[in-house]
């Protein structure tokens, strides 16, 4: 496929103020904002991109590990431009992600045209995941990242990289201890882009992944020590998708026996309300007693182990 960079000689100088851009209308009348951190410039991302490509170009064959959110894509769209034929991708599907994530995730592959490899891994096969260690991350990505190694060396590409980022250094992450252990290559990190320079950068690329929402694995809505099943997972995804159709796309439901949490932005919470009966019968549907929803709003990893600082 052609490049999509567009031509940034008029605009390079530009601030962007990501808080705007990235206020986008959803259903139900409300408005959904994914946050950043402070004001960046087109100039600086430009510079990282730059770095980036460089990165890539010394490279002989990469295999992107791909998962369909903003990193990932953005990573594979600039190594395909950058390698060619010399960049492939795979993803994993399985229990972990929902359904209609899967099916957004294909479609835009189709759509793009994008080199990808699908293949299936049941995170519940992992030794020791079901039990959902605080080491949970570590078990899965150690295994997912090794099983992309195996099939990289059968297909000739054997360099495996990922879309860790500079902002994800701020969160409680234990895989990523998984993917030094396996020497899995992090160019957006190498480079400094951050979470806000990646979906600045997306944009220009006319990525549809520009403003898409985190989307981490349907086991983190589960606290650490509690039995992850299949049918756990499904109900977490199901739960998830009733937000989704009242235009809540920025949620997450956390799991606690036959309670469910649910977190969404603040500001969204009065609308949130309108639908308050509908929300409640739906999930009770699901199995669960109790329907609460958190004053504290979404957070990512708000089931993490409280970090100490010093």
């Known amino acids: 496929m052609p490049p999509l960079l567009l031509n940034f000689k008029y605009i390079c100088r ?13 259903i139900g009348g409300g408005r959904e904002h994914l946050y950043m951190d402070k004001e960046i410039t087109i100039e600086q991302a430009n510079i990282k991109e730059a770095q980036l490509i ?21 990573l594979l769209a600039v190594a395909q431009e950058t390698l060619g034929n010399n960049c492939r991708a795979i993803f994993a599907r399985g229990p972990m992600i929902s ?11 189709q759509q793009l045209d994008l080199p990808v490899e699908v293949m299936d ?5 992992i030794k ?18 090794q099983t992309f190694l195996d099939y990289g060396k059968r297909a000739d590409f054997p360099i495996l990289i990922e879309g860790t980022n500079a902002s994800d250094t701020k969160d409680y992450r234990p895989g990523r201890t998984a993917l030094h252990e396996l020497r899995v290559i992090s160019p957006l990190l190498e480079v400094g882009l951050t979470k806000a320079e990646i979906r600045l950068l997306s944009r220009s690329r006319n990525l549809p992944t520009w403003n898409k929402p985190s989307m981490a694995c349907l086991a983190s809505r589960i606290p650490f020590g509690e039995t992850i099943t299949a049918e ?16 809540f796309i920025e949620c997450r439901v956390r799991v606690h026996k036959d309670i469910a949490r649910i977190e969404i932005p603040i500001e969204n919470m009065p609308i949130f309300l309108q639908h308050r009966e509908e929300v409640i019968d739906s999930m009770l549907r699901l199995g669960f007693r109790y329907i609460s929803l958190d004053l504290m709003g979404l957070r990512s990893g708000s089931l993490n182990p409280i970090q100490q600082e010093g």
């Open 128 to 145: 020791g995941f079901r039990e959902n260690p605080p080491n949970r991350c570590y078990l899965c990505k150690k295994e997912l990242f």
């Open 99 to 109: 359904a209609q994530e899967e099916k957004e995730v294909l479609e835009m592959v």
């Open 121 to 125: 891994l049941d995170i519940l096969d």
């Open 14 to 26: 530009c601030k962007v103020t990501l808080t705007a851009i990235y206020s986008i209308d959803r």
């Open 54 to 74: 460089k990165r890539l170009e010394s490279f002989n064959k990469v295999l992107v590990a791909f998962s369909g959110g903003v990193d990932s894509t953005y």
């Open 232 to 247: 756990l997972l499904k109900r977490v995804a199901n739960a998830e998708a009733i937000l989704h159709l009242k235009g």
